[in-house]
């Protein structure tokens, strides 16, 4: 089992997108991301999430806002993937260049339209409709496919 974070950075109308280039053997090569990242040994949730931002992009995170939580079974390498997904607001604003990726503001109106995992269409529409709730999805993979996915939202 794999625990991860993944956050969703905004100022301004705009969502800091990880577009995946540079990376040798990556499972989301040519995919746009949010921040994402694995927990280390007795991290929080919440620690994670603010080490992978300051790592990934040189941002300095506070509160960072959870807005749900995705169960994806057997997603890769035959492991369960539970990751906790953020809206992160309040941060600092000097950003670093990854030799992994490239770094872009991207206008709100135009990140589904980006090249990303197809479940990424799902909760992000939720995160945006469903403003005062926490979700909670399941989705199913196989062989890179999306084949199923549900969402509760509390």
């Not at 990242?37 to 603010?50: H, L, S, Y």
């Not at 709100?108 to 403003?131: A, G, I, P, S, T």
């Amino acid at each position: 089992m794999k625990l991860a974070t993944l956050g969703y950075i905004h100022r301004d109308n705009q969502t800091l997108m990880l577009h995946r280039t540079k990376k040798e053997n990556d499972i989301h090569e040519g995919k746009w991301n949010g921040v994402w990242g694995k927990f280390d040994a007795g991290e929080t949730p919440e620690e994670c999430m603010i080490r992978e931002i300051e790592e990934e992009t040189g941002l300095i995170a506070r509160d960072p806002i959870l807005k749900g939580i995705i169960t994806a079974p057997m997603f890769a390498k035959w492991e369960d993937w539970y990751i906790f997904v953020y809206e992160i607001v309040d941060f600092s604003w000097e950003l670093i260049e990854c030799s992994e990726w490239d770094l872009e503001w991207i206008d709100d109106d135009r990140v589904l339209w980006l090249n990303l995992w197809e479940w990424d269409r799902y909760f992000m529409e939720w995160m945006q409709e469903k403003k005062d709730q926490i979700f909670s999805g399941k989705f199913v993979y196989e062989d890179g496919n999306l084949i199923s996915h549900t969402g509760v939202f509390h």
